[in-house]
């Protein structure tokens, strides 16, 4: 199996596999778009506790959250055109790629749903009576007060969702598109080169999460610039040199008393 | 091609044989993945010379690589590892007689350890200095008042996350179909593409694979009320 290991064609395919790299940033793209559309609407009716409509997002999270992605790949590849049939729709002829963003913006849409509900249940109370009490109204105390709140808090969460995503399109191959990890495939069996054409795709999904994570980060950090943050003050444990756990300890109880007193 | 509910049931049944394979890769790397974790973990608490930088490099990589590379680059170059060790003591050993579920063991394990060694570092986090302080004013040795005073609290306080990770390999173990296990992923291929009914068999292995992440998310749930039963009442 295999020819010997070569790192050169490490720094070949990467070019070559970088090429790719639209279809599956589109793939992301697009399923980010119609996730949170699907999560947006799937969250509202469990916010405002909409009778039926309630239990049927509940349905739809749990089911997307509760089977892998790969056989939510087949099921909705295989499936959709026939329940589709059953209403006179013909979409045989629609693109893979149709099919691959569809299913993957539906279970990111799952996620996005979660978290949306996650946030906007964590904001105080008290905020929006508060907006309530100077007299905005429902939509203004929605749009001005919880909302900014709410997506400081989403971010990171989203962020998870979003690098996840990235890495689940690597599955889009099993259907048949010819994304990043398809190619790699079709490289390393062309020139028996497997290792190197694997190590050389892990490279570039490691760049790009890289790349997308501190992007995020970046924003995350313009959203809460209006918040001390614990964590910048004083890296637990990231940077510090100390090497007993006891004076740890106690340096961070003396920091967190000096927080509270502030 | 016509739907055909009736054999929803049949591929269910067929597709029962699979489950203990699936759980089995699923127990492995989750019980692999935590140890390699709680050892990266404690790397990175205590900063450990050398090994520090080399756990950093190990958690990003992983989690910024999806896991099928993971999968195929351990698949592939493994053996051409294995082989030229072998070939280089003249040892009789050949990489081929490994079975491949072997594979998807150490891949998954290496896998899940770098998501796990986050889930260990956040629970460990949680547990509030004061408990350790105290612990060290009644005399307890750092050791002692790991084991009897902070991991305690700290699996407690991290079961939700340790749920997610389990389930989370549970839907990775699908990728195990691609070296040739079959696990219940890959028999519902089997089975879609013996029958001609492709939906049908997919449906059942969602079923089968939502059923057993509710369980999983229940068991938790349970797990967690009766492990937080010390942690009633009171100002926390």
């Not at chain 1, 109204?137 to 971010?155: D, E, H, N, Y």
């Not at chain 1, 962020?159 to 099993?174: H, Q, R």
Request: net charge positive; hydrophobic share 55%.
């Amino acid at each position: 199996m295999g020819e010997k290991f070569d790192i050169s064609y490490v720094f070949t395919f990467f070019p070559k596999l970088a090429g790719t790299l639209q279809t599956t940033l589109l793939i992301v793209a697009g399923a980010l778009v119609v996730g949170i559309i699907v999560g947006i609407l799937v969250a509202l009716p469990r916010l405002y506790s909409v009778p039926v409509l309630q239990r049927a997002s509940q349905v739809y999270a749990s089911f997307f959250r509760g089977t892998p992605i790969l056989i939510q790949l087949f099921l909705f590849y295989y499936g959709l055109p026939e329940i589709l049939k059953l209403l006179h729709l013909d979409v045989s002829r629609a693109p893979v790629l149709f099919f691959v963003i569809l299913t993957y913006g539906l279970h990111t849409g799952a996620y996005v749903s979660e978290t949306i509900r996650a946030a906007v249940t964590s904001v105080d109370r008290g905020q929006v009576e508060a907006a309530y009490a100077v007299g905005m109204s429902g939509i203004q105390a929605f749009t001005r007060i919880v909302w900014p709140q709410a997506l400081a808090i989403a971010v990171p969460v989203l962020a998870n969702v979003i690098l996840g995503l990235l890495k689940d399109t690597s599955l889009a191959f099993t259907l048949g598109v010819m994304e990043m990890t398809g190619k790699a495939q079709s490289l390393a069996t062309l020139t028996n080169h497997f290792v190197e054409s694997y190590i050389s795709l892990a490279l570039i999904y490691l760049v790009i999460s890289f790349a997308l994570e501190r992007l995020l980060l970046a924003f995350e950090r313009k959203l809460l610039r209006h918040e001390v943050r614990v964590i910048d003050a004083y890296p637990v444990f990231r940077r510090d040199k100390s090497r007993g756990l006891r004076q740890l300890f106690a340096r961070h109880a003396r920091f967190r008393e000096e927080v509270q007193k502030s | 091609m016509k739907l055909d509910p009736s054999f929803i049931w049949t591929a269910l049944i067929e597709l029962l044989p699979a489950i203990p394979t699936t759980l089995l890769v699923t127990a492995v790397s989750v019980l692999c993945g935590f140890v390699i974790g709680t050892a990266v973990a404690l790397i990175r608490m205590y900063k450990v010379p050398l090994l520090y930088p080399a756990a950093v490099a190990y958690v990003t990589v992983i989690r910024g690589t999806p896991m099928l590379t993971h999968l195929l680059i351990i698949y592939f170059g493994l053996p051409l590892i294995i082989d030229g060790i072998s070939s280089l003591l003249g040892l009789g050993f050949r990489s081929s007689s490994i079975p491949m579920i072997d594979f998807a063991f150490i891949a998954f394990s290496i896998t899940a350890g770098a998501y796990m060694s986050e889930v260990v570092r956040s629970g460990l986090l949680v547990v509030n200095r004061g408990q350790i302080e105290a612990a060290y004013s009644v005399g307890m040795s750092t050791p002692q008042a790991l084991r009897r005073i902070v991991f305690p609290q700290a699996f407690a306080a991290s079961i939700p996350n340790l749920a997610n990770s389990v389930i989370g390999m549970l839907h990775a173990s699908t990728l195990a179909f691609t070296v040739s296990v079959v696990e219940i992923n890959a028999k519902a291929q089997i089975v879609a593409s013996t029958n001609w009914k492709f939906f049908e068999a997919y449906l059942a292995a969602a079923v089968i694979f939502w059923g057993l992440t509710v369980l999983i998310e229940r068991l938790a749930a349970l797990l967690e009320k009766r492990i937080n039963s010390y942690n009633r009442g009171g100002v926390a």
